[in-house]
Each structure stands twice: as structure tokens, then as C-alpha cells.
């Protein structure tokens, strides 16, 4: 899958997690950039990538995700 096709769905996942569909992702950002980005809706955000591109994360993969573009990187890896 290429890296724009991850960019579109995660983007639509985090639409859906955190109730905006004007949240655009963008390499940077980080729960600081989504209002809504509490520790539940974190946890609600990684259930809902897992599940639709049917892979699964680490808690040390998870707890060493700086950003959205290393989250876009480590689905890459999961995936290829």
C-alpha cells in the first residue's frame, strides 16, 4: 500500500475517532495539535487503525511514535 493511500485512510480514522471532519493529518502532528487527543481516544485511535488495516502494534511500537508521520512509517512496515 502505498504511503498516500495510508495518509487518506488514517485520516479518515482520525475524522471518525475524534468526531471532526476537518482534522486534516499532517507529518507533525501530535496529540497537542487534536483538541479531543485524551489517553482514551488514543487508545480508541490505535484499536481503530489495527482494525482497518488489520495489523497490530506494540505497546513500545506505540509508546515510541513521536508523530503522525512515524505512525504513517510504522503502518508502511506493517503492511509491506
Known amino acids: 500500500m502505498k504511503e498516500s ?4 485512510r488514517l485520516n479518515s480514522i482520525f475524522q471518525d475517532v475524534f468526531d471532526d ?3 486534516q493529518v499532517f507529518d507533525a502532528m501530535t ?3 487534536v483538541e ?3 489517553s482514551l481516544n488514543h487508545i480508541n485511535l490505535i484499536v481503530a487503525v489495527e ?3 488489520g ?3 506494540t505497546t ?3 509508546t515510541n511514535l513521536a508523530n503522525v ?3 504513517i512509517a510504522l503502518i508502511g512496515s506493517k503492511l509491506s
Open 60 to 62: 513500545k511500537e506505540v
Open 69 to 71: 508521520g512515524e505512525f
Open 31 to 33: 496529540a497537542k495539535d
Open 5 to 8: 493511500d495510508i495518509r487518506t
Open 51 to 53: 482494525r482497518a488495516f
Open 55 to 57: 495489523v497490530r502494534f
Open 21 to 23: 471532519d476537518s482534522i
Open 36 to 38: 479531543e487527543w485524551d
